[in-house]
């Protein structure tokens, strides 16, 4: 037990017991306070400074790693680009050289989607509530002409006969964009460099690629003429109805004249016989000995979408391959 | 006035002032910063537990910087290997396709740069998956890179053939179809109007009056320019690729033997030497030593009709 400490009063001159000093107990809490917090900053400071824990470490080394690295990855990636560059340049030269005329940028069809995209929320709401009136009202009209045309009309045998007759298959098996190499209309001849009439559609594909008969029908022409001019070897199939097709430049015929073929079958593969500069089936259709554009007849695509796509590639005045 | 404090001594049975010296001060505040130093030491403990130091918050600052960085750079590279697929794509699908070139085969593309290692990174960095997968990144389409360029030069050399090809087929008329009065498109046996026998002609009668320039019909050097019988003056155009034109019965040569002709340029004028009755050219095609129907290169200069009415 502490021994009791007294204070002088001098107003009842005696000696009194001294009650607690809040006050003192209070500032020495509160400086305690205090110089503990000092401490502790001192000791955080110091800590900071010489103590490095493994994850500062392995941080360290991360970033100067990372730093270093990205700027020599960097200029090696400046490199290539010029290098790339450059051979981009050369590519779209080469496209000039081989069709004559510009390489064409990708475009992509959008739709509605930016509209979608840019309008607000409410907005949006009314989007889709147009949508879904547009598709139930089509959908009813649909149905009805459904109806009317499924009483009217029911094909036959016979009927199906006749639909297959229609040249509407495109001559290759892996048809792409790509590969139609020049449209139908005004064309520059290879050779003399002069704008002609080109009656038909170019298909590039490599030597030997099977050609489809895109209808069925009669083989009229089967014809070998290895001089180079003209279509060279050739295919004519009659397909009735006025419909006349031919497949020119092919390297081996696998029909006879007078032979009846099918829709899709095989009659023959690609060469560059006759007047061609490079392998490819050159492709006409004829109705009533006209002319007509074979891209608007190979209807049979994978969508709306690449057809027209199609079409519009096959508007392009570009050099032709005969 | 600090208030003085007293201690009752029980042997004297007074009350003692209390004074402070300096050992007892010494201790108090030794015991002062004791409990100080002792609560800094818990609060760092606690601190350290619950949060990250200093350093730490700026180095992973720094890290998010630079990792963003990172992603940049990947996305050029990726960029960069998506126009590179693009010429890629146009290499083979269109060029190699048209030129009838075999196309290149994806090992040689991508190959070379399979399970390649990064001699010069040390252990540690080949723990940040990142660096490694860069290098191999660029590595790769820098090969593909240089792959691509042969490539392209390999292109360029089969298009200037292509060209050549091209030009050097007599794909044009000799003479200017405003200078022209009758184009005779017999091929093949006839009578003669002069020796009035039936024998083959293989060419084809260009009728013009006396002195209509003649033209060459496509790139290629002349092989004879002289008298030759009954071709008159001729001159024999070789073309290549198995291709002859001769121009008979000229008047006139504005070539020499050996000289190389583009198509278009004056070699001659029409006459009417050799057998010949009236000023005429006469203008035949050979395809590997074969007399073949000029009219079959002609077509492009008159519409289709002609050119079936002709044929037929």
């Known amino acids: 037990m502490p021994p009791f400490r007294f204070v002088y009063n001098p107003k009842t001159l005696r000696f009194e017991k001294a009650g607690i000093a809040w006050y003192n107990l209070w500032f020495t809490g509160i400086s305690l306070l205090v110089t503990g917090f000092l401490f502790f900053a001192v000791f955080l400071f110091l800590q900071n400074r010489w103590v490095e824990t493994p994850l500062e470490k392995s941080l360290r080394s991360e970033n100067a790693a990372l730093s270093k690295h990205r700027l020599i990855v960097q200029k090696e990636l400046d490199a290539s680009n010029v290098l790339l560059s450059s051979l981009s340049n050369t590519d779209r030269a080469l496209h000039k050289r081989i069709f004559l005329t510009d390489q064409k940028p990708v475009v992509k069809t959008e739709g509605y989607s930016k509209e979608i995209l840019a309008s607000t929320f409410a907005d949006f709401y009314q989007w889709i509530d147009k949508l879904k009136v547009k598709t139930s009202k089509s959908f009813e009209k649909a149905l009805a002409h459904n109806g009317h045309f499924?009483?009217?009309?029911?094909?036959?045998?016979?009927?199906?006969?006749?639909?297959?007759?229609?040249?509407?298959?495109?001559?290759?098996?892996?048809?792409?964009?790509?590969?139609?190499?020049?449209?139908?209309?005004?064309?520059i001849n290879p050779f003399n460099k002069l704008l002609y009439e080109h009656n038909g559609i170019d298909l590039a594909g490599e030597k030997g690629t099977s050609v489809f008969a895109t209808g069925s029908g009669k083989i009229t022409v089967a014809a070998i003429?290895?001089?180079?001019?003209?279509?060279?070897?050739?295919?004519?199939?009659?397909?009735?109805?006025?419909?006349?097709?031919?497949?020119?430049?092919?390297?081996?015929?696998?029909?006879?004249?007078?032979?009846?073929?099918?829709?899709?079958?095989?009659?023959?593969?690609?060469?560059?016989?006759?007047?061609?500069?490079?392998?490819?089936?050159?492709?006409?259709?004829?109705?009533?000995r006209r002319y007509c554009n074979p891209v608007l007849f190979m209807i049979e695509q994978d969508g709306v979408e690449s057809f027209m796509a199609l079409t519009e590639l096959s508007k392009t005045t570009q050099q032709a391959l005969d | 006035m600090p208030k003085i404090r007293y201690r009752y001594n029980p042997e004297t049975c007074a009350y003692e002032p209390i004074f402070s010296n300096g050992k007892k001060l010494a201790k108090k505040s030794g015991v002062f910063v004791g409990i100080a130093v002792a609560m800094a030491l818990v609060s760092l403990a606690w601190y350290n537990r619950n949060f990250q130091s200093w350093d730490e918050k700026i180095l992973l600052q720094k890290n998010a910087v630079i990792r963003a960085d990172w992603e940049i750079l990947q996305e050029r590279v990726n960029i960069a290997s998506a126009r590179l697929a693009h010429i890629e794509s146009n290499d083979d699908e269109n060029y190699r396709l048209l030129l009838d070139m075999p196309r290149l085969d994806n090992s040689i593309r991508n190959g070379g740069s399979g399970g390649h290692e990064h001699y010069f990174l040390t252990t540690n960095e080949k723990k940040l998956g990142l660096i490694g997968e860069a290098y191999k990144q660029l590595a790769k389409i820098n090969n593909r890179l240089a792959v691509e360029q042969q490539s392209l030069q390999d292109i360029e050399k089969e298009i200037q053939l292509k060209e050549e090809m091209e030009v050097t087929r007599p794909a044009m008329q000799p003479i200017d179809n405003r200078q022209l009065t009758r184009l005779n498109s017999i091929f093949g046996l006839?009578?003669?109007?002069?020796?009035?026998?039936?024998?083959?002609?293989?060419?084809?009668?260009?009728?013009?009056?006396?002195?209509?320039?003649?033209?060459?019909?496509?790139?290629?050097?002349?092989?004879?320019?002289?008298?030759?019988?009954?071709?008159?003056?001729?001159?024999?155009?070789?073309?290549?690729?198995?291709?002859?034109?001769?121009?008979?019965?000229?008047?006139?040569?504005?070539?020499?033997?050996?000289?190389?002709?583009?198509?278009?340029?004056?070699?001659?004028?029409?006459?009417?030497?050799?057998?010949?009755?009236?000023?005429?050219?006469?203008?035949?095609?050979?395809?590997?030593?074969?007399f073949i129907n000029p009219l079959k290169f002609l077509y492009s200069d008159m519409k289709q009709e002609e050119y079936n009415k002709l044929l037929h």
């Open chain 2, 190 to 290: 006839r009578m003669h109007p002069i020796l009035n026998y039936i024998r083959p002609h293989n060419g084809l009668d260009l009728t013009a009056p006396y002195g209509t320039p003649v033209y060459a019909s496509g790139n290629g050097y002349v092989t004879n320019a002289q008298l030759r019988g009954g071709y008159g003056n001729v001159i024999f155009v070789n073309h290549g690729f198995g291709f002859e034109t001769r121009y008979a019965h000229l008047s006139k040569y504005n070539v020499i033997e050996g000289q190389r002709v583009k198509r278009g340029d004056l070699i001659g004028f029409v006459g009417s030497t050799g057998l010949a009755t009236t000023s005429h050219l006469h203008y035949e095609v050979l395809y590997n030593g074969k």
């Open chain 1, 225 to 288: 003429n290895d001089l180079p001019n003209g279509f060279g070897n050739y295919i004519e199939i009659d397909h009735g109805n006025g419909y006349v097709t031919r497949y020119a430049h092919l390297l081996q015929l696998n029909v006879f004249a007078g032979q009846k073929v099918a829709q899709g079958q095989v009659i023959g593969t690609i060469g560059m016989s006759g007047g061609a500069i490079s392998p490819h089936v050159h492709y006409e259709i004829i109705k009533n």
């Open chain 1, 150 to 187: 499924s009483g009217l009309y029911w094909p036959g045998k016979k009927d199906i006969q006749e639909l297959d007759s229609y040249p509407t298959l495109a001559p290759l098996a892996d048809f792409k964009l790509g590969k139609l190499a020049c449209g139908f209309g005004n064309h």
